[in-house]
C-alpha cells in the first residue's frame, strides 16, 4: 500500500521569506502523481500544485515549486515571498496510475500548519 | 462556474441513526470522490464513482455506502451512526478519472454524533 509522510506538523515563516514544506512516499510503482494541497480554516481543499512521476522537471506555479526527487521518494514544496494568505494546513498527496482505475483515490498526508507572521 | 456543492454544510445526529450527505459536483464533472477527515486518521479515502459506478473503495465497513446518479450527483450514506464517525466529509470532483484531471473539493459537511 502507498502511503505519504509529512514529517512537519507545524511551520511558521514571516512573510516575504521562502519555506520549504517536506514529504516523502512509499510505493512500488513507477508511474503516479503528487500533488500539494491547501486547507485554509474555511475548510476547502485548494490544488496548489501537481508533478507527473515521469516528468523529471519539477512543476511550478507563481511562488509555489517543488522539489521532485524521485529515487529518495521525496516531494517538497517550496513557498517563496510568503504572504498571510498562505497560512492554512498543507497536505501532500499521492495518486497512483493504474491503466485509469485508481486516479479517483488520493493518499494523503497528515498535513503541516503553515503559520506566516507579518 | 459553480464549484463542488456540499450539503449540508453541518449535522448533528445521535448514535444508531443514518444519514445521507448529497455533493453536486462542478458541472460537466463525472467523478466523484469522498474523503472522511478526522483528528486521528487524517483525510482517508471513502470511495469514487464515475458514470454511476463505483469504481474504488476505500477501507471502510460496510455501513458507509454512496451513489451516483445520472446527472453526476453523488451521495453518500452512514448507517448505524457511532460516535467515531464524526468526522468532515469532503467531496470532490473531476472530469474524469484521467492522468491529467485533478480533484475539486467542496466544503465539507461537518458530522457530528451526539
Not at chain 1, 503516479?32 to 485554509?40: D, E, R, S, T, V
Request: proline share 4%; glycine share 8%; with cysteine.
Amino acid at each position: 500500500a502507498q502511503t505519504v509522510t509529512q514529517s512537519q506538523p507545524e511551520m511558521s515563516v514571516q512573510e516575504a521569506e521562502t519555506v520549504t514544506l517536506s514529504c516523502t512516499y512509499d510505493t512500488s510503482e513507477s508511474d503516479y502523481y503528487l500533488f500539494w494541497y491547501k486547507q485554509p480554516p474555511s475548510r476547502q481543499m485548494i490544488l496548489v500544485i501537481r508533478q507527473e512521476a515521469y516528468k523529471q522537471q519539477n512543476a511550478t506555479e507563481n511562488r509555489f515549486s517543488v522539489n521532485f526527487q524521485k529515487a529518495a521518494k521525496s516531494f517538497s514544496l517550496k513557498i517563496s515571498d510568503s504572504q498571510l494568505g498562505d497560512a492554512a494546513m498543507y497536505f501532500c498527496a499521492y495518486s497512483r496510475n493504474a491503466g485509469g482505475t485508481s486516479y479517483g483515490k488520493l493518499t494523503f498526508g497528515q498535513g503541516t500548519i503553515l503559520t506566516v507572521h507579518p | 462556474k459553480a464549484g463542488v456543492t456540499q450539503t449540508p454544510r453541518y449535522l448533528i445526529k445521535t448514535r444508531g441513526q443514518q444519514v445521507t450527505l448529497s455533493c453536486s459536483p462542478i458541472s460537466g464533472h463525472r467523478s466523484v470522490s469522498w474523503y472522511q477527515q478526522t483528528p486521528g486518521q487524517g483525510l482517508q479515502f471513502l470511495f469514487e464513482y464515475f458514470s454511476e459506478t463505483q469504481r474504488n473503495k476505500g477501507n471502510f465497513p460496510g455501513r458507509f455506502s454512496g451513489r451516483q446518479f445520472s446527472n453526476s450527483r453523488s451521495e453518500m450514506n452512514v448507517s448505524t451512526l457511532e460516535l467515531g464517525d464524526s468526522a468532515l466529509y469532503l467531496c470532490a470532483s473531476s472530469l474524469a478519472p484521467g492522468r491529467l484531471e485533478p480533484q475539486h473539493f467542496g466544503d465539507g459537511t461537518r458530522l457530528s454524533i451526539l
